[in-house]
C-alpha cells in the first residue's frame, strides 16, 4: 500500500522518472499498434503534415470518420480537409500556425469547426506540435484532433438558457440575489441595488450585511422567520414582503422569493436564490384603501382569505374594544377569541362569495353587558376575480336599541302623566266640589240653627270641613304648578316684587314686630312667572315673620347680588331656625312641619321650591337652631 | 232695593241646588228661581222661552262640568240666540284652574267667575251688583 501510494504521488508530481513510464515509452518504440491504439482511443484523428510540401497530409482514419467520411476515398492531400472548415475557422488555422512557426513558445492549440457530411457542425480541439531542423526550420508538423461538439452544444445550450433568463429578469425588472447559506457570499444584480436607488458599484462591498442593512429592521424580523420556516422545509417557497430603506431616504416595498437550489454532503442548503420585484405602487394603492377604510366612520374590517386582518376602521376598533392594538396581519379569531362557531361557519360561507347579513344581533360580552350589532359579510374580488377575502361591517345599535326602550319609557310616563292629569281634574272638580257642598252645608245648617254654632261636634266637623278644603287647594295648585313650566317666562323686576310683597305683609309683620330691611338692588330683571315670584316671597317673608324669635329683636333681610348667571336673592332672618342636621332631607316635601306653630302649612317649601324650580332655577338653605336662616334662591338673570 | 224678579241655576248636582235654594231665600236674592239640571236642558227651555215671548231670567248661575251640554258648550249655542233681554251670567264651578278662569273672561256675557262652595256672602255680593247695575 505504501509503496503504491508512493508511486502515486510520484507519478502525480511528475518529477520522479518511473520505471512503468520507461517502458511503456520503449514498448511504444518497437511496436507501432500501441500508437494506434492510444489514437484511436483518446483522439478522434491525427494527421502529419509535410511542410516542404504542403499539399501532402497524412490523416488517420478516425479523422475522416469523425466526420462522416470514408477515408479509403479521401485522398492524403490538404485540398481534401480545406474545404470542410468554416472559412473563418481557417483564417485561424493559418494565423495560428504561422505564430507558433514563428515562436514555439505559442502553443497550435484552438477551436476549429468542420462542417459534417450530414451538414451539421463538428467541434474539433485541433493541437498541433512542429518538427524542425537544427537551425529551427520548421519541417514537419503533427496534430491531433479532440471531438468537443457534445460541449459544445452543452455550452450552446446553457448559454440560450442563460440568455432567455437574463432576457425574463431584464424583462420583467427583477433584482436577483444569490446567497451561499454556509460562507455568506452574496452576489446581487443591477436592478437589485437600483430598486433601492443604488448601482452595485457603490454597495461594495457585497455580503448578506448588505440586505440586513438597507431592509427596514421589523419587516427585516419578519422575513427571518419566513426563511427559517423555508429553510427548515417547513415552506417551499421563502416568499416575503418587505420595506428596505431608499437611497432618497423613503422607504420601498420589495416582494422577495427565493428558493435552496443545492446542498452541501450532509445534506446542508447551499446555495440560495431569489429575486426582488419592486411592489411599492401596489403597497401604496393598498395603504390608500388600508387608510380609507380605517377613516371610515363606520365598523368595517377587510380580511384575506385566513381571516387576517388587511384593514380595519378606528370605528371598528372601538365597536369591539380593540383600541389601541395592532390587528393588521392577525387573525380575527386571535384577536377575539370569544368567536363562535356559528361565526366563524358564517366567514366560512362568506369566503366562497355569499353575503351575509343580520339586521339585529344580541351579543353578551364577558363583562356582562349587552351589545345588539347589526353585520354583513361580504366577500372581496381580486383582479384574478376570486374571492380575496372579505369585508365585514358591522353596526353598534346599541344605543338606537336603547333608545327604543327608551322611548317605551317615555310612553308609559306619558301615560302615567295623563293619569295625573286626570287626578289633577277630580282633584280639581269633583273633590273640590264635593268639599264645597260639605262647607256649604255645615253654613246653611249653623244658620238654619243658630243655638248649635257653639255645640263641640259641630264645631269640629266645620274644622274638619276647613281642612279638607285647604288641604285639596294645596294639592291643585302643586298639580297646576308643573302643568306651565318655563315657556312662557317673563322680564320681571325683583325690587318691585319684593317692594309689593313688603307692603303687603306689613300689617303681620309689625303686629309680630319684625323689621323688614330691603337691600335688594334696583333694576335687577329675572325671568320668571309674576304669580310665581310673588308667591316665593311672601311665603319666604311670612315664613320668617312667623318664626321670629320672640326674645329678641326680630328682622328679615333680603338682598340680591348677580352670580354666574342668576340673580341670587338672599332672605335671611335671625328667627327660630331649623334643625337642618335633622330636617334638612325633608324640607322642602309636602306636609313637613318643624315648628309646633298653629300656622305652619307644611306645603308652603314645597311650593316654593317647585316654583323656582319652574322657572329654572334652585333654592339652598343655611340655619342654625335659635340663631337664624338664610335661604338663597337662584333665579334666572334676564340679561344672560 | 229691586229685587231680582227671576235667578236661574244650570248645575246637575242636586246638592248644590238645594243649598243655593236655602241661601237664596235666607237673603231672599230673588221672587222664582228656574233650574235645569244640564246644558242642553237650559237650552231647550231657553229657546221656547224665547220664542213665546215668556218672561227670561235676569241672572244665571252657570255650572261648567256637567253633562251632555257642559257650561262652555251651552255658552257658545246661547250667545247665538238672538234676544233683547240682557241676561247676566256668573259661572260657578270647583274649578280654580287659571285657563277656565282665563276663557270665561272671553265672553261678553259672562259677568263673573265664582269659584264654588257659594256662600251667604258671596251671593250677597252678587245681588248687590245686579242692583247697582240696574
Redesign the interface.
Known sequence: MKEEQKILEGSLLGNEENYLKKELYDLIRSDTSILDFLQEAILDGIWFWDLDNPDNVWMSPEYWTTFGYDPKKMPHKSSSWQPIVFEEDLKNIYANFAAHAKDPKIPYDQIVRFRHKLGHTVWIRCRGMMFRDADGKPLKMLGAHTDISKVKEKEEELRLQKAFFEQVITGTNLGTWKWNVKTGATIFNERWAEIIGYNLEELEPVSIDTWMKYAYEKDLEKSNKLLEDHITGKTEVYEYEARMHHKNGNLVWVLGKGKVVSWDEEGNPEWMVGSHQEITDKKKAYERNRQFIKQAPTAIAMFDRNMEYLAASEEWLSVFNLEGQQVLGMSHYEVLPIIGNKWKVSHKKSLQGNVIKNSEERIEKIEGSIQWLSWEFRPWYTDEDEVGGIIIHANDITKIKKKEELKSLLAVAEDQNKRLKNFAHIV???L??H???????L??FV??NPELKYNEIVKLFKTASGHL?ETI?HL?EVV?MNTSLDENLIGLDIYDATNKTIEGVKAIATEAEVEIRNYVTPDIRILGISAYLDSILLNLITNSIKYSAKNRDSYVELSTKIEKGFVVLSVADNGLGIDLKKHRSKLFGMYKTFHHNKDARGIGLFITKNQIEAMGGKITVKSEVNLGTTFKVYLRYEKN | MKKIDIACIIDD?P??IF?VR??MD?IDFCKSLMVFRDGEEALHNLKSIISNNEKLPDVILLDL?MPVLDGWQFLDEFIKIPCDKKIVIYIV??????EDMHRAKSYELVSDYIV?????AKLKEVLNDLEKAV
Do not use: A, C, W, Y
Not at chain 1, 435 to 441: D, P, R, V
Not at chain 2, 93 to 98: L, T, W
Not at chain 2, 116 to 120: L, Y
Open positions: 280639581s272638580h269633583n273640590k266640589s268639599s264645597g257642598n260639605f262647607e256649604m252645608l253654613d246653611l244658620q238654619e278644603t287647594s291643585n297646576l | 248636582d246638592i248644590f243649598g236655602k241661601i235666607l262640568n264651578s270647583s274649578s280654580v284652574d287659571p264654588k262652595p257659594v256662600t251667604v
